[in-house]
C-alpha cells in the first residue's frame, strides 16, 4: 500500500465550480499534515496545513479524519489561476515527508 | 518575503562524477530537506536535518548521498558517484517549528 494515496485525476472543471480533492494515508503515526500546490516545472507550494478541526483559507476548506487516515481539500468558486497540480504531505513523524503523486486540476473558461 | 535559494538551477554530469547541490534556507528556520523529483513522476523525500544532524532518511538516501551544513547559512546535498538514474529536479526546503516547509527553486541534475 502506497504511504500517501491520491487520485490523480485530471480534473477538469469550469470556473466557478467547487471541486474536492481526497488523499489517504498509511501510517497512522503520521503527526501533521499539509496541501501543497506545483505548477508546471516549477516547486511545491504552501497552500495550507490541515488541522483536526479543519481549517479554511478563503475558498479552500481543509478537512482531516484521523480514524480513517483521510484529508481532504475542497476549492469553490474555481478560478482559472488554481489551475496546477494539488499535492497531499504527510508528516509520518520526525520529519519524515512523504508526498502523494499529486491531482491535476484544469479549470476552464 | 525571505525565500530558499538554490545554485545551480541546472547541472550537466557525467555519470560516476561527484556533484554538490547548494541550498540557503530561510535564514530563521531550523529544519531543512531534500526531496527530488524525476520529470513526470511525484516529489520523493530524500533527507531531513535538523540540530545539525539527519533527522530522518528515506530508502532513497543510500551511502552515495550526504548532506551538511558547512556554515551558518549553506545546506549541501552531494552525490559522490552519480548514476543516470540520479538524472532528476532536487528541491531543497526549509521549515520553522510548525512544519510548513518553503521549497527553493530546485536544481535540475542531468547526468550523461
Known amino acids: 500500500r502506497k504511504e500517501v494515496e491520491q487520485d490523480p485525476g485530471p480534473f477538469n472543471v469550469p470556473e466557478g465550480a467547487t471541486v474536492a480533492f481526497n488523499c489517504t494515508y498509511s501510517?497512522?503515526?503520521?503527526?501533521?499534515f499539509f496541501w501543497y500546490r506545483q505548477d508546471c516545472r516549477k516547486e511545491p507550494k504552501l497552500l495550507m496545513s490541515?488541522?483536526?478541526s479543519g481549517n479554511e483559507d478563503g475558498r479552500f476548506t481543509a478537512q482531516l479524519n484521523r480514524a480513517s487516515q483521510y484529508i481532504s481539500l475542497l476549492i469553490r468558486d474555481s478560478k482559472l489561476s488554481d489551475s496546477a497540480t494539488y499535492l497531499c504531505?504527510?508528516?509520518?513523524?520526525?520529519?519524515?515527508?512523504?508526498f502523494g503523486a499529486g491531482t491535476r486540476l484544469t479549470v476552464k473558461p | 518575503e525571505p525565500e530558499v535559494t538554490q545554485t545551480p538551477s541546472h547541472q550537466v554530469t557525467q555519470m560516476g562524477q561527484e556533484v554538490i547541490l547548494r541550498c540557503v534556507p530561510i535564514?530563521?528556520?531550523?529544519?531543512f530537506y531534500w526531496y527530488r523529483q524525476i520529470l513526470g513522476q511525484k516529489v520523493e523525500f530524500l533527507v531531513s536535518?535538523?540540530?545539525?544532524?539527519?533527522?530522518?532518511k528515506s530508502e532513497i538516501f543510500d551511502d552515495q548521498f550526504s548532506v551538511e551544513r558547512p556554515d551558518g547559512s549553506n545546506f549541501t546535498l552531494k552525490i559522490r558517484s552519480t548514476k543516470l538514474e540520479d538524472s532528476a529536479m532536487y528541491f531543497c526546503?526549509?521549515?520553522?517549528?510548525?512544519?510548513?516547509?518553503?521549497f527553493g527553486p530546485g536544481t535540475r541534475l542531468t547526468v550523461l
Open positions: 490541515v488541522y483536526s
Open positions: 535564514s530563521n528556520h531550523l529544519y
Open positions: 501510517n497512522s503515526a503520521s503527526q501533521s
Open positions: 504531505v504527510v508528516n509520518q513523524g520526525n520529519n519524515d515527508m512523504r
Open positions: 526546503a526549509s521549515s520553522g517549528d510548525l512544519g510548513e516547509q518553503f
Open positions: 536535518f535538523y540540530n545539525n544532524e539527519i533527522s530522518e
